[in-house]
């Protein structure tokens, strides 16, 4: 199947929110504990539910990348903060080009609406992707999530 045929970017629905937050914890669950180390890993990804998820995306209304109809990532764009906080693909649907799909979207989105500079916080997975696709890195920075140190990098996106 070619991945850039058969995807689509949707905008979120409510019945989106349990396949999501699954997305979102998998995903976290199988990063290389040479990035994450497992206590970390369970830090980021916490104990959700589905209501967290519901209330979350009620407020952030992410961009939905399908294959086949079926949810395969998501990315969420915080329009009043120019701020991209989340962008997660299904383990399944890795390395198929579905989150470069969704920062293009993105910043298409962003333009729209006459935003000029996108932020993120960029994990060590996400920072090279975000890289390739023109982000510059601000600095580095760790965060404590449930008592645990997390490193990301704080980069921009300018829009010309």
């Not at 699954?22 to 980021?44: P, V």
């Not at 649907?93 to 799909?101: D, E, F, L, T, V």
Request: charged share 20%; glycine share 4%.
């Amino acid at each position: 199947m070619n991945t850039a045929d058969n995807l689509t970017i949707r905008p979120y629905h409510d019945k989106d929110a349990a396949i999501l937050g699954d997305i979102f914890h998998r995903s976290i669950m199988a990063i290389d504990e040479r990035l994450y180390n497992a206590k970390q890993k369970r830090a980021w990804a916490g104990n959700k539910t589905l209501d967290f998820w519901q209330q979350r995306f009620a407020q952030t209304q992410p961009f939905v990348a399908c294959l086949s109809d079926q949810a395969a990532g998501f990315l969420e764009l915080i329009y009043k903060d120019a701020y991209i906080d989340c962008c997660y693909v299904d383990l399944e649907h890795q390395g198929k080009g579905i989150a470069s799909a969704l920062i293009r979207h993105a910043i298409d989105s962003a333009k729209v609406h006459n935003i000029d500079t996108l932020t993120v916080h960029a994990s060590d997975v996400a920072l090279p992707i975000f890289s390739r696709h023109g982000f510059t890195i601000i600095k580095r920075q760790q965060h404590e999530t449930q008592d645990t140190l997390l490193a990301n990098t704080l980069m921009r996106y300018s829009i010309k």
